[in-house]
């Protein structure tokens, strides 16, 4: 799966695949995406972690899931990502 992705009607949609951290909230999941980016001195290839806030209408997913998210509208103040799918258990 790309970076982005076409949906039909929607224009270009960013995708992050990562793993859910809490699911504490009501139809809100913490998912933390992990990447590999090479430091910007020393070129040692280093590990980020970002967190985002996705919704999760049906409470599908729970700790430990690997989930796929895509950006949509603003939904609150710090929630900006929806859950596409959950890869696995």
Not at 17 to 46: C, L, N, W, Y
Request: aromatic fraction near 4%.
């Amino acid at each position: 799966m790309s970076e982005s992705e076409i949906t039909s009607g929607t224009g270009l949609r960013k995708t992050r695949v990562g793993v859910v951290t809490s699911d504490a909230m009501q139809k809100t999941i913490v998912v933390e995406v992990r990447r590999r980016v090479p430091h910007p001195r020393f070129k040692k290839i280093v590990k980020r972690t970002s967190t985002f806030y996705a919704h999760d209408e049906n409470g599908e997913a729970k700790v430990g899931d690997r989930v796929l998210i895509e950006e949509t509208r603003p939904l609150s103040k710090t929630k900006c990502w929806k859950l596409k799918e959950v890869l696995s258990h």
